[in-house]
């Protein structure tokens, strides 16, 4: 089955400092998302990427496919910090499956 | 914007009762999940459910659960006997076909619903 990983687990920062998040699939990914958490609250869509080097940028935050579609990367630039929550990555198969399999989060908390 | 809503937002039960979790999905979206989070673990898939019928289930999702779209706009998580591990925040999501020219998959989720068995 498809495995995620996250790095870090978790992220202390100080506002304005940028951050970056990583994602690894133990498989070639069909589609990856980022959602985001808030602390004890559901999950909000983030952006969709789906083509090898593909990025996407929403604000401040920007997402990045690898070539070889098994790794995606998030950044934050200039965080701040209602950035704080807890990121997930969740990849698609695409195939007759239509769930999302999410990795274990990044929790992001930003020091002002 | 649309949002898919769930009730309740927490409920507390005892250990052997059964609980139903509602979930009112986007209206114009065909696919329903379950998904569930223990405190501090990762969110975890446990069925879904499209054209009134199971799709894909995980391991998690056993005899003691069910999903029902009753009418034409909710769609429940059953836990016949609760035990205290099923204590966990649930969460529903909705999702409309995949897109045919995108083939984007975006799950719109529930503010959940806490469940504490005690």
């Known amino acids: 089955s498809q495995e995620l990983e996250q790095s870090p687990q978790s992220l202390i920062v100080q506002e304005g400092k940028n951050l970056t998040i990583n994602c690894t699939s133990s498989?070639?990914?069909?589609?990856l998302y980022w959602y985001k958490q808030k602390y004890g609250e559901g999950l909000i869509f983030l952006m969709m990427l789906q083509k090898g080097g593909e990025e996407k940028s929403h604000e401040k935050i920007t997402a990045k496919l690898d070539e070889k579609k098994q790794q995606s990367s998030l950044h934050i630039t200039a965080s701040q910090p209602s950035h704080a929550g807890i990121y997930l990555c969740g990849a698609d198969r695409m195939d007759s499956s239509y769930k999302l399999i999410f990795g274990s989060g990044t929790r992001l908390l930003v020091r002002p | 914007e649309p949002e898919v809503t769930q009730t309740p937002s927490h409920q507390v039960t005892q250990m052997g009762q059964e609980v139903i979790l509602r979930c009112v999905p986007i209206s114009n979206h065909l696919y329903f999940y379950w998904y569930r989070q223990i405190l501090g673990q990762k969110v975890e898939f446990l069925v879904s459910?499209?054209?009134?019928?199971?799709?894909?289930k995980s391991e998690i999702f056993d005899d003691q659960f069910s999903v029902e779209r009753p009418d034409g706009s909710n769609f429940t998580l059953k836990i016949r006997s609760t035990k205290l591990e099923d204590s966990a925040m649930y969460f529903c999501?909705?999702?409309?076909?995949?897109?045919?020219?995108?083939?984007?998959?975006?799950?719109?989720f529930g503010a959940g619903s806490r469940l504490t068995v005690l």
């Open positions: 999501a909705s999702s409309e076909p995949r897109g045919a020219s995108s083939g984007a998959n975006v799950l719109t």
């Open positions: 498989k070639t990914l069909y589609g």
């Open positions: 459910f499209y054209n009134n019928e199971i799709s894909e």
